[in-house]
């Protein structure tokens, strides 16, 4: 390591070190600018964004936003790894899912993938995957003492397991050697099916893994069905967190020390677009879990495996492009939030079965996020953050008190079993569906930006998911049944129905609002027509009249609009528009609703399709 010489020089010599309350002075003069006349600690909240779990994202952080010390990498709390080297020896394990029922084709699929880049397999077996009598088939030419294997089996967990032990025999395979997990997750299966399992299985196959199987985990703590009925890390957390607080309970009950019970434990959880979040999240799983293993008298054991799966609630069936985008985001966030196991989800995973094509995008994004950019080579990189540390510790809190309610509640089984956890995750995700219809949380390519013209993406049905439980949300849900509509219309007419956008003076003028508008309709598979690029008064008829719309749209600018708008939309009733949204605000004769930012789209553009005599 060169050491440079102390020369005495500083690059911020000449400059005065700056306040907080200087900076919040020029905050104000920006609000003000903007019509908000508040000073202080106002001024700084008005910058503040509120998000879920009663959080709040601040414009700026500073020392002054003390967190509790993280410690250090691999030792208690664990918040900035379970691992004293991280991920730096070899990165993040690069763990592939496969969902297909045809075992020769899932065999395919996996020796293409461990020939490319995978380090692990994600397999579902029995209902809705690869059938437990061809497991061994599934599995032909995989080392499996090379290539750990998670299973996925549901109410055929005990037989999968007990059909890939009996692989591991046949083919020769070490005790020490077999790597992975085995899947049992009763109250993972039961929140996803409504089905109670027995957890005296899932207990057999812990004490047969601490016996004899030493780098083989029996049981995982899938977060996921709480994600994907919508709700939030927090809750994700809080629910975790019980579940393996029940399984913790079953496994000492079964014989097994609280040192061996965690030690057969896998933690699931959903990577989000939200990489700061999605950080956050992991870090405060750690601090968690640490928590609940030095409350049972085992602090040692602590460290928890974490497999973090990019959210398949922010994927997207339209412009499923997109999605690469969003995966690649999310798993940067779990790799920077330590995870040691990353499942990128292919970008047509909404869509039914991935192609070759998908599953190789998948796989290199986290070959990119390690070879290339080197994300793995600093453990907790996101450590020593203000707004990162902060953010952690007040996502544990939240989460902590969630997982108290639940064991208040008579723990995971009982809470699920009386409505309890449903209940409060359909009250978070309702809230969230208003900021979605509100699009205060755009979906690119959806609700922003949509593209009418675009070829929908087509791949073969995949296996019907277990369903019986908690409900699966997806953020373009409400978005999607618009454009359904829209695509149904045009198989039935041969064109989309249309909005007239009645463009008012000069481009200058009136682009910024037609280019609002246009997004906003197309966003519900309303096709814009903005031509002529100008009109008025006089010519706003003719223009209508030929444009094949039956509802218009004013766009222009507050001047033009009291100038204009009333006379405008006198034209075009008498050339028979049904229905004229302005695009702003105001109040004029002749305007029946107005679009704005920040109004409820769903309901706008529902109710315009139901105008024009689009069925639902």
């Known amino acids: 390591m060169t050491v440079l010489p102390d020369d005495g020089l500083s690059l911020a010599a000449e400059f005065p070190d700056a306040t907080h309350e200087q900076w919040q002075r020029l905050v104000e003069g920006v609000l003000r600018k903007s019509g908000k006349d508040v000073s202080g600690t106002a001024a700084e909240e008005a910058l503040s964004t509120p998000v879920e779990d009663g959080l709040t994202t601040r414009p700026l952080y500073t020392a002054r936003d003390s967190a509790p010390d993280a410690g250090y990498p691999g030792f208690a709390p664990f918040v900035r790894g379970s691992r004293a080297e991280g991920n730096v020896a070899d990165g993040w394990g690069v763990r592939q ?124 703590v899938d977060a996921l069905p709480y994600h994907e009925a919508g709700g939030s890390a927090a809750e994700e957390l809080g629910a975790s967190l019980a579940t393996a607080v029940a399984y913790l309970r079953a496994l000492t009950g079964a014989g097994l020390s609280v040192e061996a019970a965690c030690g057969q434990l896998e933690f699931r959880y959903a990577a989000t677009a939200d990489q700061f979040l999605t950080i956050a999240k992991l870090r405060a799983a750690r601090r968690l879990w640490a928590r609940v293993a030095e409350a049972s008298g085992a602090p040692a054991a602590g460290a928890q495996r974490q497999h973090a799966v990019t959210s398949p609630v922010m994927m997207t069936r339209r412009d499923p492009w997109v999605n690469m985008l969003r995966t690649t985001v999310a798993c940067l966030g779990a790799g920077v939030g330590g995870a040691d196991a990353v499942t990128v989800l292919p970008f047509d995973h909404s869509l039914g079965l991935p192609d070759a094509f998908a599953r190789r995008i998948a796989r290199n994004t986290s070959s990119i996020l390690l070879e290339e950019s080197h994300l793995a080579r600093v453990i907790d990189p996101a450590g020593g953050s203000w707004y990162v540390e902060r953010l952690t510790d007040e996502l544990a809190h939240s989460a902590w008190e969630f997982f108290q309610t639940i064991e208040r509640a008579g723990g995971q089984a009982a809470a699920l079993r009386s409505g309890l956890i449903r209940e409060r995750l359909a009250a978070t995700w309702a809230a969230r569906s208003a900021r979605l219809a509100r699009r205060r949380e755009p979906v690119t390519g959806v609700s922003e930006f949509p593209s009418l013209a675009e070829r929908p993406v087509e791949r073969e049905a995949a296996p019907a998911e277990p369903s019986g439980g908690l409900p699966k949300v997806r953020r373009d849900e409400a978005f999607e049944e618009l454009r359904a509509r829209s695509d149904a219309h045009l198989a039935a007419t041969g064109t989309r129905p249309r909005v007239f956008l009645a463009a008012l003076g000069p481009a200058a003028a009136h682009t910024a609002r037609a280019t609002f508008a246009s997004n906003l309709f197309q966003a519900g598979g309303i096709e814009p027509v903005h031509d002529p690029v100008s009109v008025d008064a006089e010519t706003a008829a003719e223009a209508f009249a030929a444009s094949g719309a039956t509802v218009a749209c004013l766009c222009s600018s507050d001047a033009l609009y009291a100038e204009q708008a009333e006379a405008v939309a006198a034209a075009l009733r008498s050339a028979g528009a049904r229905h004229v949204y302005l695009a702003g605000r105001g109040d004029f004769a002749g305007v029946d609703e107005y679009v704005f930012a920040g109004c409820d789209a769903v309901a706008v553009l529902s109710s315009a399709l139901d105008r024009m005599g689009v069925a639902s």
């Open 97 to 220: 899912r496969h969902a297909g029922t045809d075992p020769a084709r899932v065999n395919e699929a996996v020796l293409a993938d461990l020939e490319n880049g995978v380090t692990s397999l994600w397999l579902t077996v029995g209902r809705g995957g690869i059938p437990v009598s061809s497991l061994a088939r599934a599995l032909d030419g995989v080392y499996l003492d090379l290539a750990p294997v998670v299973l996925d089996a549901g109410a055929e967990t005990e037989a999968a397991a007990r059909a890939l032990l009996s692989l591991y025999e046949e083919r020769g395979v070490p005790d020490g050697s077999a790597r992975g997990n085995l899947g049992a997750d009763p109250l993972g299966h039961e929140a996803r099916t409504g089905e109670a399992l027995d957890p005296a299985a899932a207990a057999g196959l812990a004490r047969l893994c601490d016996k004899r199987f030493t780098h083989l985990r029996a049981l995982t």
